[in-house]
């Protein structure tokens, strides 16, 4: 997903999205370990998109730190 598009959330969206992907990713590896995962590329991109929401809420916690 798209930097852009995640900073249009709110924060509870946010942490909907983050609590949705990371259930992807435990799906994804599970289905690497029992070598049926078609696309090997989708668990960097779901990691990246897991990077991206926390980045933009540990911006959002400072902007409210502030």
Same mark, same amino acid.
């Given at each position: #997903?798209?930097?852009?598009? %995640?900073?249009? %959330?709110?924060?509870?969206?946010?942490?909907?999205?983050?609590? &949705?992907?990371?259930?992807?990713?435990?799906?994804?590896?599970? *289905? *690497?370990?029992?070598? *049926?995962? &078609?696309?090997? #590329?989708? =668990?960097?991109?779901?990691?990246?998109? =897991?990077?991206? =929401?926390?980045?933009? %809420?540990?911006?959002?916690?400072?902007?409210?730190?502030?």
């Amino acid at each position: #997903m798209k930097t852009s598009k %995640l900073r249009e %959330l709110s924060v509870n969206e946010l942490l909907e999205k983050l609590k &949705d992907s990371k259930t992807e990713l435990f799906n994804l590896r599970f *289905q *690497q370990a029992t070598n *049926q995962l &078609d696309n090997p #590329m989708r =668990i960097v991109e779901v990691k990246k998109t =897991i990077a991206k =929401i926390n980045t933009l %809420l540990k911006e959002e916690e400072l902007k409210t730190a502030k």
